[in-house]
C-alpha cells in the first residue's frame, strides 16, 4: 500500500517543476506557428490581426462610407433615367429612391412579387447576371402608352405577352445603358439581355447566400404607382468599387506642388521701393520730446541680425546687415509669411493704422 501511494504522487508536479516547463516553453526559439488568411495567404500567428465583425443572418460587405457613395451614384442615375424616359415615353416618368440596401440573393428574390415581369442582364465584361423587376401593372402601363394610348394605369395583374415582352425591352434597355453609364468613370460598361422571366422563385443566377446590392425605386407614371427594383451580385461590381475607393482616396490627397511664377517682359522695367527698418525699441512721448542733438541711444546688441527689408512697404525679408567691399548689404536670411489679418485693417507694412 505505501508503495501504491508513493508511486501514485511520483505522477503529479509540484508548483516549482510547473514554472520550469512554462519557462522552457516561452523560451523555445522553434519554428514559428502559420496562420491562413481567409485570401489564402500565408502569415505569422504572433502577427496583429484586425478583427471586424460579422453578422452572419444579414451580411454587409460595403460600409457606411461606400455605401453613401453608392447612393450618390445611383441618385444621379435616378435623375438622368427619369429624364431620359420622360422624353422617350412623351409623358412625365417620375422616379425616387425608395431604398439601397445590401441582402442575401434568396432574400432578394423572395420578396419579387408573383407574377412579374423580371429582366436577367450582364454587364460586359463584368462577371455576375444582374435582376431587374418591374411591376406587371407598370409594365402593363409602359407597353400601352408605347401603342399610343394615353398611359392609364392598367388594373390587371397577370403575365406579359411576347409581343409586350418585346416592346418594354425598349425601355429596359434604357434603364440598363444609364445604369452602366454612372460608372463609365471606373469602366466602360456593355448591357446585354440575356432573358426573361415572370417568377422570382425559380431564379438560380447567383448563390442563395451571395450578397446583392438592392436597389428599389418609385415610379409614378401618370396615375400608376409601382416599383421598380434593381438587384447586381456584390461580385459583380466589388471591382468596380475597389477602382472607386482608389479613385476617391487618389482625389482627396492633396499634393502641395508650388507654382514657378512666369515671369512677364513687361515687367522689367518697373520700379519698386526697397527699404531696411529696425524695431529696436519705444519711447514714451516724455522721452521723445527731450531729445536733443548729441544724446546717445542704445541699440540692442542683436539688432543688425533682424533687420527687416521692405519691398513696396510691405515687409517680406528678414536680413542681416553687413559691408560689401564699400557698400553696407543686407543678407535675407528668412521670408516673412503674408498674413492677410494684419494687413485687412491696416497699412502695407502690417501696422494698424491709429
Given at each position: 500500500m ?33 496562420l491562413i ?6 502569415g505569422?500567428?504572433k ?23 453608392l ?20 409623358m412625365?416618368f ?167 511664377a ?25 522721452e ?7 544724446d ?8 543688425m ?37 494684419d494687413?485687412s ?7 494698424k493704422?491709429?
Amino acid at each position: 500500500m505505501a508503495d501504491d501511494a508513493q508511486k501514485a504522487a511520483s505522477e503529479f508536479l509540484d508548483q516549482s517543476e510547473i514554472d520550469k516547463l512554462l519557462a522552457q516553453t516561452t523560451t523555445d526559439s522553434g519554428p514559428k506557428s502559420m496562420l491562413i488568411r481567409a485570401d489564402g495567404r500565408r502569415g505569422d500567428a504572433k502577427a496583429v490581426s484586425k478583427v471586424e465583425a460579422y453578422d452572419f443572418r444579414n451580411p454587409v460587405f460595403l460600409s457606411e462610407v461606400e455605401l453613401r457613395r453608392l447612393r450618390l451614384l445611383h441618385e444621379d442615375f435616378i435623375r438622368y433615367l427619369s429624364a431620359r424616359l420622360s422624353l422617350f415615353l412623351r409623358m412625365e416618368f417620375g422616379l425616387k429612391m425608395a431604398q439601397l440596401t445590401t441582402v442575401t440573393y434568396s432574400k432578394f428574390t423572395e420578396s419579387l412579387p408573383s407574377p412579374t415581369h423580371i429582366c436577367l442582364f450582364k454587364a460586359e465584361p463584368l462577371i455576375g447576371v444582374g435582376v431587374l423587376d418591374i411591376n406587371p401593372r407598370l409594365a402593363l402601363t409602359i407597353a400601352d402608352r408605347l401603342l399610343g394610348g394615353r398611359g392609364h394605369s392598367v388594373k390587371a395583374e397577370r403575365y406579359l405577352t411576347e409581343i409586350e415582352v418585346a416592346l418594354l425591352e425598349d425601355v429596359i434597355v434604357i434603364v440598363l445603358e444609364e445604369w452602366c453609364g454612372q460608372w463609365k468613370a471606373e469602366q466602360d460598361l456593355r448591357p446585354l439581355i440575356v432573358g426573361h422571366e415572370n417568377n422570382g422563385r425559380f431564379l438560380q443566377t447567383s448563390p442563395k447566400d451571395a450578397i446583392v446590392l438592392a436597389l428599389t425605386l418609385e415610379v409614378n407614371f401618370g396615375d400608376c404607382s409601382e416599383q421598380i427594383q434593381l438587384g447586381v451580385p456584390y461580385y459583380t461590381i466589388e471591382p468596380l468599387v475597389k477602382k472607386m475607393q482608389a479613385r476617391r482616396q487618389k482625389d482627396s490627397q492633396v499634393t502641395t506642388v508650388e507654382k514657378r511664377a512666369s515671369w512677364q517682359k513687361a515687367y522689367d522695367h518697373i520700379s519698386m521701393p526697397v527699404r531696411a527698418e529696425w524695431e529696436a525699441f519705444e519711447l514714451s512721448l516724455r522721452e521723445v520730446s527731450s531729445l536733443r542733438v548729441g544724446d546717445v541711444i542704445e541699440m540692442p546688441s542683436d539688432l543688425m541680425q533682424r533687420t527687416r527689408v521692405l519691398l513696396n512697404g510691405t515687409p517680406k525679408f528678414l536680413g542681416t546687415v553687413g559691408l560689401d567691399s564699400d557698400h553696407v548689404a543686407v543678407q535675407l536670411t528668412k521670408k516673412i509669411p503674408l498674413n492677410p489679418e494684419d494687413i485687412s485693417h491696416g497699412k502695407p507694412d502690417g501696422r494698424k493704422s491709429s
